[in-house]
């Protein structure tokens, strides 16, 4: 069957899209209107009106209607959350098309846009995501950070990923010589260097096209660029992904580390930073066992004889509004009107924005080292109290203009301006609640009041490293996902329960 399209909007804002399909060599076919403004017209430029807004489910099923246009102007915009519901339970496909006028005169639309979710309304307010879990930011010291990238070629793996631009953000206000962005993702490279350029226009920066799990072509590249400061940001962090491929998570979070640690140290760069995880303490899913892994392999690094290159590695938990994560997913659901999940009520994370995150990250690195202590310190940022993730979920949805109806699905008894909040139970690998350090381990303050250094005493020592680094080299070539968790678990005591439901299973 051809498309079938339904025009839902006011009188003026219908007419209008009528004439601008009329004018497009091909278009879908009107089959009528839904006004939501009381008019009594039979019909718009030729177009039947077929009925009202309470109408619509009716309407869609009478006509067999497959798709809708949807054209609201800023003053019926409240009744947009409504229509969409509806469209969802007849469904039907949905098309929002803000009014000429509005468009010419940059008007927000309803729709999720692609901008930063700290930027982002989903019904008219703003949401300061500091302020949704109750955080104030830790300010930084500019001078000692200044010192260690003013004037310097600064280099940021992941550069495309939210915490990679955003380091590349931060580190542009520090006025470096030059930012090599090193990035794997062709559209995300593209886009942080356009925003670069935009922003910075007088920063020298070199976009590359690469991915660091390639050890020679990585060092090929630092010898090139030759630069001072490398932080790294490249890694596979979605837990559930990472159960299904832990190869991938050992070849990406392992191996990609390596290389670039590995050649940071060869041409001698100044200070190298691993962006590492709260997943990484007592790590019981692949994405924190290899992060730790990576972790162990740096900490090494620093012990060895001769190394002129001050290591260090920052652990901090989630940050608000990341690609991929609680709040933007949040964001679809309610904008296509569909309900919000999460979980388990029970489940806790640490969380702080992204522009904080990346602020004490540039911090922990330019304190590495300091006073000469030896390098290779797992810094951990103050991530504040663990926040309740459905608690979370209620004041998000809140925020965005609406009220949160618990464990109740979509449907008639909804009013259009409840979301309905469905538990979906934990996914493969997920803690209830996470940590920042081991339990055996002591966090010490330093000189900042947002990070502390970890006091660890892992087994880190060479011999035992390159033991672990043959083994993962061995594990991530098998195609059993059972016998790379095993080659795991041998660094990783606390991955053990996971291969034992594998066993059991």
Known sequence: MSERSLLVGTLQACSLVIRQLAALDTSPEVVGAVLVDETGKASIEGVPVLGSVDDLIGVCATHEITSAIVTLPASHRSMWR????????????????????????CAPQVAVSPMPLSQMAVGSPRIDLAKLVGREAHSIDRELVGATLTGKTVLV?????????????????????KIVLMERAENALFEVDRQLKESFPNIERVAVLHDVVDASRTLSLLER????????????????????????AVTNNVFGTKSIADASVAIGVERFVLISSDKAVNPVNVMGATKRLAEMYVQSLAKMSGIQTKLSMVRFGNVLGSACSVLPIWADQIAAGRPVTVTDERMTRYFMTIPEAATLVLQAGAMSGLDENPSGEVFVLDM??????????????????????????MGAGCSPRSVPVILTGARPGEKLHEQLSYDAEGLERTTHPGIYALDDGTDVEPATIDAMIECMDSARASHSRKAVLEQIARYIPTMGKAVQKISVA
């Open 82 to 105: 409504e229509i969409s519901i509806s469209l969802h339970r007849a469904g039907v496909v949905e098309r929002f098309v803000p009014p000429m006028d509005e468009l010419l005169s």
């Open 157 to 177: 793996t992941g550069a495309g990923g939210s915490i990679g631009s955003e380091l590349v953000r931060q580190v542009a206000t520090f006025s470096p010589a």
């Open 225 to 248: 660029y030759q630069p001072d400061v490398v932080i790294h940001a490249a890694a596979h962090k979605h837990v559930p992904l990472m159960e299904d491929h832990p190869s991938h």
């Open 384 to 409: 504040g109290e663990p926040i309740n993730i459905f608690g979370l979920a209620r004041r998000f949805i809140r925020a965005c203009g609406y009220e949160a109806v618990i464990g109740q699905p």
